[in-house]
């Protein structure tokens, strides 16, 4: 029996400038855009040949990461404040 998917990963989320300007425009689901990220990493040829793990940013990339190198792991907690859902309500 296939595994379902968790419908939280599916649903469109709300891009900051920033982001849309390395993925694309919005809304788009976070796997979406982690595979657009990894294929604007690879298309740029942005991982550290030393280090596949590591991801040097460019001047697209850099408003996301904030300094000039992150790991994988690194990458997504760093994007994570530009994802925003349009249904929580801000306090």
């Known amino acids: 029996m296939p595994r379902k998917v968790n ?6 989320l709300n891009l900051s400038p920033e ?3 390395v ?3 919005g809304p788009m ?6 595979k657009k990220l990894w294929e604007y990493i690879k298309e740029k040829n942005l991982q550290n040949p030393a ?3 590591n991801i040097f ?3 697209l990339l850099m408003p996301l990461f904030g300094k000039k190198e992150v790991t994988m792991f690194e ?3 760093l994007v994570s404040p530009h994802i925003t859902d349009p249904d929580k309500k801000v306090a």
């Open 7 to 12: 419908p939280a990963l599916l649903k469109p």
């Open 23 to 25: 993925v694309g425009p």
């Open 29 to 34: 689901p976070r796997s979406q855009v982690v």
């Open 57 to 59: 940013a460019d001047d």
């Open 75 to 77: 990458m997504t907690k």
């Open 51 to 53: 280090n596949k793990r």
């Open 19 to 21: 982001l849309e300007a």
